[in-house]
């Protein structure tokens, strides 16, 4: 629904392809790219392979400034583990969190301020963010006003970045996030097994 109009609700007009990943290691970390902490490393392990990554675009007229614009968002995007039926949904764990300090109704993700999280093989998380880590040193040095390129391909015209490492057949996949905490969901199948993983942004036009 719209931020600013509970009531007008925004529908999805396209679910679409973005790309896919390799997670070789089976070990997927769904965080901010440009984290300096350990990164978010989900506690439930999926299968090594190759995932496809879909996209749901919304569209909407709003005000801004006086004046009615279109807008196209991402309004989630999901890995693909499996094609197999989802039976019900339930907020990620990471490795490392503390299930008995967790009260219920409590929202548990990934924190970042740069409005930017990421789909990564676990194992190869060093060196599918050394572009952002380059970008940032580079950025930190070089005059105000210097253009600064990323060592990453961008895809569907800048919403996402990818990031390849060949030496581990390893892929990393930016996309947007809320500025502060961001949940992961996991939708399960019958037996438990995971089928998706997905992120559902608070972005622009929606709430």
Do not use: K
């Not at 094609?83 to 008995?100: K, N, Q, R, T, Y």
């Not at 390129?149 to 990031?163: I, M, W």
């Not at 030496?167 to 996309?175: C, G, K, V």
């Not at 037996?191 to 997905?198: L, T």
Request: aromatic share 8%; hydrophobic share 40%.
């Amino acid at each position: 629904m719209r931020y600013d109009s509970p009531l007008a609700f925004v529908e999805v007009v396209e679910v679409s392809e973005v790309t896919s990943v390799r997670i070789p290691s089976g070990r997927l970390i769904v965080d901010s790219p440009w984290t300096e902490e350990e990164p978010r490393e989900l506690m439930d392990r999926i299968a090594p392979g190759v995932y496809r990554v879909d996209a749901a675009w919304v569209e909407d007229t709003h005000e801004f400034m006086g004046e009615h614009v279109s807008g196209r968002e991402c309004a989630a995007i999901r890995l693909c583990v499996s094609d197999d039926p989802i039976v019900g949904w339930d907020m990620s764990l990471a490795v490392g969190d503390d299930i008995e300090r967790l009260q219920t109704g409590q929202e548990v993700g990934f924190e970042t301020d740069t409005a930017m999280g990421c789909f990564s093989d676990a194992v190869a998380w060093s060196e599918l963010t050394a572009p952002f880590r380059s970008f940032r040193e580079e950025r930190e040095t070089c005059e105000p006003g210097t253009f600064v390129s990323r060592d990453t391909d961008n895809l569907c015209d800048g919403y996402f970045e990818r990031s390849a490492d060949e030496s581990q057949s390893a892929d990393l996949l930016t996309f947007v996030a809320n500025e502060g905490r961001t949940v992961v969901w996991l939708g399960r199948t019958e037996n438990g097994n995971v089928a998706s993983v997905v992120v559902t942004p608070h972005i622009g036009m929606l709430a």
